[in-house]
């Protein structure tokens, strides 16, 4: 059986990849499927995630849906992440962008081109998201 702490990551990671996620209390799982299912599917193709959405919607007392970070609160987290990495250089770019317009744009474009700190960027912003599932979780 899984962890707490391996689902949330879990649900975290689907999150961030774009997927729609119901939290099971009883089993301690979770399931998912697409935001949009329609772009994955061919014309006539029929929806596999179906068995999935029908689960939850005929067990919805069963499941709680976890909420993706709105985008303030990701905004925020790409202030924080750019206060605190230790090259300066990097962090007065990276608070630039955020200031500009299109600021997710302009900050994922400058960490996508910077090895030294992608992978900072990257564990970050897992945690924090892991942080949100959590509370999620414990007040749903």
Not at 46 to 74: F, G, R
């Amino acid at each position: 059986m899984k962890t707490q702490n391996n689902i949330i990551k879990e649900i975290a990671d689907s999150l961030l990849c774009g997927m729609i996620c119901f939290y099971e209390k009883a089993t301690n799982s979770f399931i998912e499927y697409p935001k949009e299912v329609e772009d994955y599917l061919m014309f006539d193709e029929e929806n596999p995630w179906q068995e999935v959405i029908d689960k939850v919607e005929d067990n919805v007392d069963d499941y709680l849906l976890i909420d993706p970070m709105p985008s303030s609160e990701a905004f925020k987290l790409m202030e924080q992440f750019a206060r605190e990495i230790d090259s300066l250089g990097f962090s007065a770019k990276l608070l630039d962008a955020l200031d500009k317009r299109k600021p997710f744009q302009n900050f994922n474009h400058l960490i996508e081109n910077d090895f030294d700190n992608r992978q900072l960027w990257f564990d970050f912003r897992l945690e924090k998201n892991m942080e949100w599932v959590k509370r999620q979780i414990e007040f749903g």
